[in-house]
T-cell receptor, first 115, second 116 residues
Framework: GAVVSQHPSRVICKSGTSVKIECRSLDFQATTMFWYRQFPKQSLMLMATSNEGSKATYEQGVEKDKFLINHASLTLSTLTVTSAHPEDSSFYIC???????????FGNGTRLTVT | AQKITQTQPGMFVQEKEAVTLDCTYDTSDPSYGLFWYKQPSSGEMIFLIYQGSYDQQNATEGRYSLNFQKARKSANLVISASQLGDSAMYFCAISRGGNYGQNFVFGPGTRLSVLP
């Protein structure tokens, strides 16, 4: 079945530093990937839609300059949290749709802790 | 705008019993898809079942079935013969567009606890 791999699974960083999270589609090409954020005991909130070869589309209220998205190939999208602050601590999870008639497949998520 | 409501923040069920998790939705799109995902404590999102808005029959996948009532805008998940491994968060989601569209909107989730 379709596999989406996300790395790292956990990361702890100091306030003010940047963190890059990778999302890879292992056995399919994904022209579009999605980045979600999930706070503890809450639902998934779509942050942005990552489009291969073009700019990402951000949801209202999501800072483009803080959450940099790069979708440089058909199998890789990256989310960089720049100048991270403790309030950026959250669970970030990516997803992709393998083909036209397939459900959304998710990576295993990245738990970011900013100290 | 699309919206999903899950009114049960937490549910308990005895092992081997059946349980229904509620989901109601609101959308103005004529074509949409309804999904259920399971999220264990480890965090990954596991696809369970899908129902298209034009599907006449309720979807079933093993022990999972979706009770789709279009007029009531509800898409409840029924889990039969609950197992301890079913303990997790369950999210109902709606997608815009045809069968497996994009632009998912997730509900707040229901935490299911299966009791031995």
């Amino acid at each position: 079945g379709a596999v989406v791999s996300q790395h790292p699974s956990r990361v702890i960083c100091k306030s003010g530093t940047s963190v890059k999270i990778e999302c890879r589609s292992l056995d399919f090409q994904a022209t579009t990937m999605f980045w979600y954020r999930q706070f503890p005991k809450q639902s998934l909130m779509l942050m942005a839609t990552s489009n291969e070869g073009s700019k990402a589309t951000y949801e209202q209220g999501v800072e483009k300059d803080k959450f940099l998205i790069n979708h440089a190939s058909l199998t890789l999208s990256t989310l960089t949290v720049t100048s991270a602050h403790p309030e950026d601590s959250s669970f970030y999870i990516c997803s992709a749709i393998p083909a036209g008639d397939s459900p959304l497949h998710f990576g295993n998520g990245t738990r970011l802790t900013v100290t | 705008a699309q919206k999903i409501t899950q009114t049960q923040p937490g549910m308990f069920v005895q092992e081997k019993e059946a349980v229904t998790l509620d989901c109601t939705y609101d959308t103005s799109d004529p074509s949409y898809g309804l999904f259920w995902y399971k999220q264990p404590s480890s965090g990954e999102m596991i696809f369970l079942i899908y129902q298209g808005s034009y599907d006449q029959q309720n979807a079933t996948e093993g022990r999972y079935s979706l009770n789709f009532q279009k007029a009531r805008k509800s898409a409840n998940l029924v889990i039969s013969a609950s197992q301890l491994g079913d303990s997790a968060m369950y999210f109902c989601a709606i997608s815009r567009g045809g069968n497996y569209g994009q632009n998912f909107v997730f509900g707040p989730g229901t935490r299911l606890s299966v009791l031995p």
